[in-house]
């Protein structure tokens, strides 16, 4: 089963390592944890020491606008598709809209014309 550290658990294994110049391997042995696991803690807070271990389910600022992104790209092609669709069943229905105002409109004006 795989373990989960809080934030506060990988600052401070990780400032051990950067900041009191400890080795990996005898820091990641004091803490029960996989040198691997330290390692790749260290890479991830050298990178973006702010936005480091922003926790399941939380997203880092710009991942996050990425994702509301692609969000709103997936929501417009969908829109996009549903007009298309529109536009295509009320073509087919504007000629015969068409056809039935035109005998409508003669019938009107045939009437018309026999009542003057």
Same mark, same amino acid.
């Given at each position: ?27 990641? /042995?004091? &803490? ?5 696991? @330290?390692?790749?803690?260290? +890479?991830?807070? #050298? %990178? ?18 990425? /994702?509301? &992104? ?5 929501? @417009?092609?969908?829109?996009? +598709?549903?007009? #298309? %669709? ?31």
């Amino acid at each position: 089963m795989t373990r989960r550290f809080d934030k506060e658990f990988k600052i401070h294994a990780v400032k051990l390592v950067v900041e009191e110049r400890k080795a990996v391997a005898q820091t990641a /042995r004091q &803490l029960d944890i996989s040198p691997k696991t @330290l390692h790749k803690w260290v +890479a991830d807070y #050298k %990178k973006d020491a702010e936005h480091s271990f922003v926790g399941s389910g939380n997203l880092k600022p710009e991942d996050r606008e990425k /994702r509301e &992104l692609q969000k709103r790209i997936r929501d @417009l092609e969908e829109e996009n +598709a549903i007009l #298309k %669709k529109a536009m295509s069943i009320f073509a087919k229905n504007q000629k015969s809209f068409m056809h039935l105002f035109i005998r409508i409109e003669r019938s009107f004006a045939w009437r018309r014309c026999v009542k003057s």
